[in-house]
């Protein structure tokens, strides 16, 4: 199985200020044959079902303000939220979908 | 539009079984696979599974072998998930998904075993 494992636990941002949440894999998501990174990004806030962010490492779904960014290949990864925002508040997961099990991290709190 | 419409809440006993429904409307069922994700309470994302609706075949998280099994009813765009031998542990809100990465989620199913 695929570990993914996110770094920190958590994180305190003043508003403005950027957040940067770190994902690593145990094993390299990227496919040489199509050379895509099957890994995701999701934001979750409480009472809510999680929202995608970012797949394949570094697109962002449509809709999502452009201070989220996602970057890495292979098994390092990172989610940067350019100018925290007070909506931005939430738990971040990474999540790979290269093979079963589709794992994901252990999540990242924010808070300002 | 795009939708994933799951059952509502249950409370079930310890050694209880579960089943959790998730209709789909908006596209074809069949062209997306279908993932169950679950948070129990304090914890983070947890994948359980995947199936395929034309196909039926699935896939399972080690952890629950043996203890879920995803089904589907194509007649009316539904999956579900079963989820026996349930302990304290299994109390969580389960999400089905829309194939991943997963733009599309339910909006989920508390499942609290007590007894």
């Known amino acids: 199985d695929i570990v993914m494992t996110q770094s920190p636990d958590s994180l305190a941002v003043s508003l403005g200020e950027r957040a940067t949440i770190n994902c690593k894999s145990s094993q390299g998501v990227l496919y040489s044959s199509n050379n895509k990174n099957y890994l995701a990004w999701y934001q979750h806030k409480p009472g809510q079902p999680p929202k995608l962010l970012i797949s394949?490492?570094?697109t962002r779904e449509s809709g999502v303000p452009d201070r989220f960014s996602g970057s890495g290949s292979g098994t390092d990864f990172t989610l940067t939220i350019s100018g925290l925002q007070a909506e931005d508040v939430a738990v971040y997961y990474c999540?790979?979908?290269?093979?079963?099990?589709?794992?994901f991290g252990q999540g990242t709190k924010v808070e300002i | 539009q795009v939708q994933l419409v799951q059952s509502g809440a249950e409370v079930k006993k310890p050694g209880a079984s579960v089943k959790v429904s998730c209709k789909a409307s908006g596209y074809t069922f069949t062209n997306y696979d279908i993932n169950w994700v679950r948070q129990a309470t304090g914890q983070g994302l947890e994948w359980m599974g995947w199936?395929?609706?034309?196909?039926?075949?699935?896939g399972y998280a080690q952890k629950f072998q043996g203890r879920v099994a995803l089904t589907r009813d194509t007649s009316i765009s539904t999956a579900y998930m079963e989820l026996s031998s349930l302990t304290s542990e299994d109390t969580a809100v389960y999400y089905c998904t829309r194939d991943l990465p997963a733009s599309y989620w339910g909006q989920g199913t508390l499942v609290t075993v007590s007894s």
């Open positions: 394949w490492a570094s």
């Open positions: 199936m395929n609706p034309k196909s039926a075949n699935t």
């Open positions: 999540q790979h979908y290269y093979n079963t099990p589709r794992t």
